[in-house]
């Protein structure tokens, strides 16, 4: 199952004690969508590189992704951009478990498998654009009627935070062959797609 934008939303929503009122539901949303166009849309947002073993030839890898939630990512990215409210911690906690339980439970990425054609593979993020993620969330800020002199600067510490979160995440998954190949062999899997 791919990521969908209203799980995102949910699941930072049923992270956190905070009730479901006029300001937090379209927050959550605004977030959701942000996360959701970051990663689907540009494969240079979020980058996953992996290693496969297997038959010599090429292939096509599709993995399952989990990402460990971290708070302190999220939090510290909050304070660096001086948002240290009494509600930060509690907000930068729910966006950080709400956002690493979607990952963990419909992220999947795919891409090619150069020199494996059938194997398993095992993969690790290893790049995560945070100001792009913050000028996604800032739109959809917008989009949602949150247009507050903060919000940029609230965008901004969300999308780093997410980001820095999002580094934590590795994969595991199968080259299946497309075209197979007679000897073994080994390669690696730039997987820069995630669903």
Not at 120 to 141: C, E, M, R, T
Request: glycine residues 16%; aromatic residues 6%; neutral net charge.
């Amino acid at each position: 199952m791919p990521l969908v934008p209203s799980q995102i939303a949910l699941n930072i929503r049923s992270s956190s004690a905070i009730p479901p009122t006029i300001g937090w539901v379209p927050l959550t949303e605004a977030i959701g969508l942000g996360v959701f166009s970051w990663c689907t849309a540009n494969p240079v947002n979020l980058l996953i590189l992996g290693a496969a073993a297997g038959t010599l030839g090429a292939g096509i890898v599709n993995g399952k992704l989990v990402v460990p939630p971290a708070p302190p990512l999220v939090i510290g990215s909050f304070a660096a951009a001086g948002i240290i409210g009494v509600k930060a911690a509690e907000v930068a906690t729910a966006i950080a478990v709400g956002v690493s339980m979607t990952f963990t439970q419909s992220g999947l990425y795919m891409g090619p498998a150069a020199g494996v054609s059938l194997g398993p593979d095992v993969a690790k993020i290893v790049s995560a654009n945070g100001p792009a993620l913050g000028g996604q969330i800032h739109g959809y800020f917008a989009a949602m009627g949150i247009t507050g002199i903060y919000s940029g600067q609230l965008a901004q510490a969300i999308g780093n935070g997410i980001a820095l979160n999002t580094m934590l995440g590795f994969g595991t998954g199968v080259v299946a062959p497309a075209g197979a190949g007679p000897a073994p062999g080994v390669g690696t899997t730039p997987s820069s797609m995630v669903v």
